[in-house]
């Protein structure tokens, strides 16, 4: 079992101690079996399952995502950008990648994973954002209050869990769709992992992306 972090604490991933050539950022959540209300039942409509999606900016030494996948018209489409999320799982430097998109939370474990070689990350990079939010929160009326045993982890290449930050269940209302879960930071001595937990109502991790654009 891995360091246990509280709300904006910090901790040091020393080389020393672990193997840093390839680390699983494992996410996990377990939502509440909500009865569907009278007239959902009436129509034998079941509730629609809760999708958690985790995304991850890689910032520069400014602290901003530069890359943003621009099109021929200059638009961003964050394809092939700095920002890995379900339609761009993988990094072009080939050093971080999402390993898929679970849409229920069910089985025990990780629920999504990405991966990332913290020693091969180039240097550019000197920080990344762990976000998660639920899909389509607001139309279908979801929210984080009805999520419980949420976490964030890192194991290392050798599969030892370094650290953990855990959300107990009703730390958050019903107006929370996604969070600021949890940053990696480049310093001179190696990475720290810090626990953030910060909540927003948004249900789109763009909305986070823009205070780091």
């Known amino acids: 079992m891995g360091i246990s972090l509280q709300k904006g604490q910090g901790i040091s991933l020393k080389k020393s101690e672990h193997d840093l050539s390839k680390v699983t950022i494992g996410l996990g959540w377990d939502i509440h079996s909500a009865k569907p209300g009278l007239f959902a039942g009436l129509l034998g409509k079941p509730p629609p399952d809760y999708d958690l999606d985790v995304a991850a900016f890689l910032c520069e030494a400014d602290g901003k995502v530069h890359n943003l996948g621009h099109d021929t018209n200059g638009k961003a489409t964050l394809i092939d950008s700095d920002v890995i999320f379900f339609n761009?799982?993988?990094?072009?430097?080939?050093?971080?990648?999402?390993?898929?998109?679970?849409?229920?939370?069910?089985?025990t474990g990780d629920d999504e994973q990405i991966i990332v070689?913290?020693?091969?990350?180039?240097v550019q990079y000197t920080k990344v954002v762990f976000v998660v939010q639920i899909y389509q929160g607001i139309k279908n009326n979801q929210s984080f209050a009805n999520v419980n045993n949420a976490f964030i982890r890192a194991v290392d290449a050798r599969g030892q869990e370094m650290v953990r930050f855990d959300l107990s269940g009703g730390a958050y209302n019903d107006t929370c769709r996604s969070l600021l879960f949890a940053e990696?930071?480049?310093e001179s001595?190696?990475?720290?992992?810090?626990?953030?937990?910060?909540?927003?109502?948004?249900?789109?991790?763009?909305d986070w992306l823009k205070q780091y654009v």
Not at 117 to 122: F, H, I, V, Y
Not at 191 to 198: E, H, N, Q, R, S
Request: glycine letters at 12%; aromatic letters at 8%; one cysteine or more.
């Open 88 to 107: 761009n799982l993988s990094h072009r430097s080939g050093c971080l990648w999402l390993t898929g998109d679970n849409r229920t939370g069910s089985g």
């Open 117 to 122: 070689k913290l020693n091969d990350l180039p």
């Open 184 to 186: 990696l930071i480049r």
């Open 189 to 206: 001595s190696g990475w720290i992992f810090k626990a953030i937990g910060t909540a927003s109502a948004s249900d789109n991790f763009v």
